[in-house]
């Protein structure tokens, strides 16, 4: 074997580093995906005590009310959650705003997106949503996940982020570049988090009492309408507060001037829409909103800061596989690795028993049969017997729930192996269609911020950039290279990436619209 070939920790070659293991290329991730595994729970474990990502952040209390409607159908035509289809209960959240790069101590104005994790304790147990601003992600499979984040993190040797580990990434991944369009733009410098969106990125199910399903995105949208910053006005917050943001909710909310956010839903039916020109389990394209409209299901109010934040946001652990019943999980592939990886930090992190610690704990008893590990301080409320810590058994310990309502069970089949999402025919549409919709300030600010970062990378990065940004918009592959004083004809004569279909060149016209800015939640529904 070359010394240059890729390896696991065990010395195994390396054949894929870029898919799951799936039933069928749109279907679920399988548990014997040894080498994610091995992947991930390494990457969980490189920082202590920090969070490896989202470790600058703060966060509140509050309460989430349904309207118990979808739409104009009762909420429970489409969800059995009680959570969403009960009115008149107030359900207690805990929401985490962060940012994702950085250290604990970074700066709120850092070009990044933010983390939007929502804690629900309902009445069914803990239900958490971990979300983001921006309703997009960078990459579509779980497994780059710790190669993405390595590359945008400080180089392992000057200890500073680099423009061109950055973009030697993204260039080999043109999936990232509508999210790259977003955050390059002011919406990658929320103003603060009372004015910022919150999404799932991640493709959920709802499922009601019949056991029919739905897709779902979830969405937050700000009654404050939506507020972001050019790179200038980021540097004269930051020159004079490293963290604004976290100051401007707490000090809202001791004032009474409660952030409120409106949650709403997009709707798909539960089966692949070969009639769409993207996967609709693809975490890095966006539903149109004009064919998938924000549906209000309610509205999330935060009223009460921590009164230690080191026990209730340091210590807040949150985990994308946490769902209550009539919340499911589609076989998106990010979505089925963070599963994983989420709850598994926190064990790392925070240790085996974080769940028993009050701002994680559910509302109702845990009973369990789970005992013992690090910093255990009680234990789970036992059944008749508590001796009996196994199930089943006829000595009184706990048994198991009564069904009351109709399971589930979608229909899986496909070969074993390792794909490629080849049902996005173009990476560079939604991209163009987006550096299209920004208004002049958000364009010309994404310009400069481009523009700065080619200086600074080699060549031969910077060139493949521009050409990937020429095939998304040729303005916008034509204003990079020009402002870089790079040789646009050098760009475009690039050959396509090598195992990457060709672009189709998009062109202005596209039926994807942007929402309005600024205003109520229903105006900024916002983009």
Known sequence: MSDGQLTTRQGHPVYDNQSLRSVGERGPATLENYQFIEKITHFDRERIPERVVHARGTGAHGYFEPYGRIGDQPAATYTRAKVLTRTGVRTPVFIRFSTVIGSKDSPETARDPRGFAIKFKTEEGVWDLVGNNLKVFFIRDAIKFPDMIHAFKPDPVSNRQEPWRFYDFVMHHPESLHMVTWVKSPWGIPADYRHMQGSSVNTYKLVNDQGEAWLCKFSFEPRLGVRNLTSGEAAEIQARDVGHATRDLHDAIERGDFPEWEMCVQLMSDDAHPELDFDPLDDTKRWPEDRFPLLPVGRVVLDRNPSNFFAEVEQAAFGTGVLVDGIDFSDDKML???????????????????????????????????????????????????????????????????????????????????????????????????????????????????????????????????????????????????????????????????GKPPPGRNRPGSTYTSGKREGTASQAAAE
């Open 336 to 498: 089925q690795g963070r599963t994983l990886s989420y709850s598994d930090t926190q064990r790392y992190r925070v240790g085996a028993n974080y769940l028993q610690l009050p701002v994680n704990a559910p509302a109702t008893p845990a009973r369990t049969n789970q005992r013992d590990g690090q910093m255990a301080y009680h234990v789970d409320a036992a059944g008749e017997n508590p001796r009996v810590n196994y199930e089943p058994s006829s000595m009184g310990g706990l048994r198991e729930t009564d069904r009351t309502a109709r399971e589930y069970h979608p229909w899986v089949e496909g070969h074993l192996g390792r794909y490629q999402t080849t049902r996005t025919a173009d990476d560079y549409r939604q991209a163009g269609d987006r550096y299209r919709s920004f208004d002049e300030r958000e364009r010309d600010d994404l310009i400069a911020n481009l523009v700065e970062d080619m200086k600074a990378c080699p060549e031969h990065i910077a060139l493949r950039m521009v050409w990937h940004f020429w095939h998304c918009d040729e303005d916008y592959g034509r204003r990079v290279a020009e402002g870089a004083g790079l040789d646009l004809e050098k760009a475009r004569a690039l050959p396509p990436l090598p």
